[in-house]
T-cell receptor, first 112, second 114 residues
Framework: GQSLEQPSEVTAVEGAIVQINCTYQ??????LSWYQQHDGGAPTFLSY????GLEETGRFSSFLSRSDSYGYLLLQELQMKDSASYFC?????????????FGKGTKLSVKP | DSGVTQTPKHLITATGQRVTLRCSPR?????VYWYQQSLDQGLQFLIQ???????AKGNILERFSAQQFPDLHSELNLSSLELGDSALYFC?????????????FGPGTRLTVT
């Protein structure tokens, strides 16, 4: 089976940097995705790492270490609007299947 | 706006009833996914369709079924509803199965079973 672990809550102040970790156990790993979901909203895709290393997209970066079954999402220059839940997800795609398994999410609260 | 549409936005119904949730994927997307999100369970994958065919099943109850039509829209049917089925139901789409890491979610249908 597949499982993902991430912290349930993180709090940080505006302008700071926060890192949200995700460890996973999966058979047939293909990559790690990150999604953001504001309260009452739909999840939105943030980033994807298939290979080891850091991917940067503006203020957000995502890192993957396949050997450690570990990844993280790094949010810099935090803004109030970054308050949301962040989900890591692993893919189960290949062959005839293709779907994502999501972690339980990390609720990020950004304080002024 | 992700380009994925879902109807209805809200649905209130009684236990034992049956409802149908509808989803239209982004233009050009062939894969459709259904998820259930409740407060204590996070995003639970239910089922995936690709170009009209069922391709993957997650934790979908036997009382639930889905299909994808030739125009690629999809419907999720929930029957013999129980109080515990109250949740947000999301539909998502991706270009194809190989792109399932990047899914676009609709606004969701909030189902309340009373």
């Amino acid at each position: 089976g597949q499982s993902l672990e991430q912290p349930s809550e993180v709090t940080a102040v505006e302008g700071a940097i926060v890192q949200i970790n995700c460890t996973y156990q999966t058979s047939g790993f293909y990559g790690l995705s990150w999604y953001q979901q504001h309260d009452g909203g739909a999840p939105t895709f943030l980033s994807y790492n298939a290979l080891d290393g850091l991917e940067e997209t503006g203020r957000f970066s995502s890192f993957l270490s396949r050997s450690d079954s570990y990844g993280y999402l790094l949010l810099q220059e935090l803004q109030m609007k970054d308050s949301a839940s962040y989900f890591c997800a692993v893919g189960n795609y290949g062959g005839s299947q293709g779907n994502l398994i999501f972690g339980k999410g990390t609720k990020l609260s950004v304080k002024p | 706006d992700s380009g994925v549409t879902q109807t209805p936005k809200h649905l209130i119904t009684a236990t034992g009833q049956r409802v149908t949730l509808r989803c239209s994927p982004r233009s050009g997307d062939l894969s459709v996914y259904w998820y259930q999100q409740s407060l204590d369970q996070g995003l639970q994958f239910l089922i995936q369709y690709y170009n009209g065919e069922e391709r993957a099943k997650g934790n979908i109850l036997e009382r639930f079924s889905a299909q994808q039509f030739p125009d690629l829209h999809s419907e999720l049917n929930l029957s013999s509803l129980e109080l515990g089925d109250s949740a947000l139901y999301f539909c998502a789409s991706s270009v194809d199965q190989g792109s399932s890491y990047e899914q676009y979610f609709g606004p969701g249908t909030r189902l309340t079973v009373t």
